[in-house]
């Protein structure tokens, strides 16, 4: 594993003494395996040390092209931590990733679907611009709610998001939403619950695609 580092800093003429201070924090944490192939570490540790390669001769740019697919939770968390700590070195990272909850700790987020981009804009600012109450809503049979409320003639849109439906009403207000509550009662939906949540990342991705599909 060493090795990869040391061959990586060698092509940049540079050395890992260099530039340590920048791979230190994940360095530590790979370093008890320094004599392991590379092929032979986890999926967590061959991406930190791809971020050691990447960071030995401190780039101006950092790409990192999905970093956390397939490796833990725990790693996933550990790595957004480095990457925290890397803008204080004032370098320009550039992620790509299809998890919308990492597209979240970004400073700017272009949202791109089929090579084209829809959005580019601030987290706060894509979500501030749905422009639609967002409601929540679980019921005892998912499947069957979500056909109901794609059929009820006051829904506008309406998404699974894990066990819970996400939806928007075309006219919208205290009165509306309970006659759909009611509706969905006449159809056995019971118990039901429902609440008027903020959009996430993924519900702006979802309304935007919507649209470009219309």
């Known amino acids: 594993m060493k090795e990869n580092l040391n061959f990586f800093a060698t ?3 540079t050395s890992i003494e260099e530039n340590y201070n920048l791979i230190k924090d994940i360095y530590v944490q790979i370093e008890p395996f320094k004599k392991r192939r590379a092929g032979k570490l986890s999926g967590g540790m061959k991406q930190k040390l791809a971020l050691c390669c990447a960071l030995i001769h401190k780039p101006v740019v950092l790409f990192l092209d999905e970093p956390t697919t397939g490796v833990d939770a725990v790693s996933r968390k550990e790595l957004w931590e480095m990457l925290k700590s890397l803008k204080k070195e004032n ?3 550039l992620v790509s990733t299809p998890y919308m909850d990492e597209a979240n700790l970004c400073d700017r987020i272009a949202l791109i679907q089929s090579g084209k981009i829809m959005l580019i804009d601030t987290p706060a600012n894509i979500v501030n611009a749905y422009g639609d109450n ?3 809503v679980k019921s005892n049979d998912r499947k069957k709610l979500l056909y109901d409320l794609k059929n009820f003639e006051n829904v ?6 894990g066990e819970y439906l996400h939806f928007t009403l075309q006219k919208d ?3 509306f939403l309970k006659r759909l509550e009611t509706s969905m009662k006449e ?3 019971s118990p039901i619950e429902i609440k008027q949540i903020r959009p996430t990342i993924e519900d702006c991705f979802i309304k935007l695609m919507s ?3 219309k």
């Open 211 to 213: 649209e470009e599909n």
């Open 187 to 189: 159809k056995n939906h």
């Open 91 to 93: 370098i320009t990272i």
């Open 134 to 136: 967002l409601y929540s």
């Open 11 to 13: 092509l940049f003429n």
């Open 156 to 161: 506008r849109s309406c998404f699974s998001f």
């Open 173 to 175: 207000g205290p009165d």
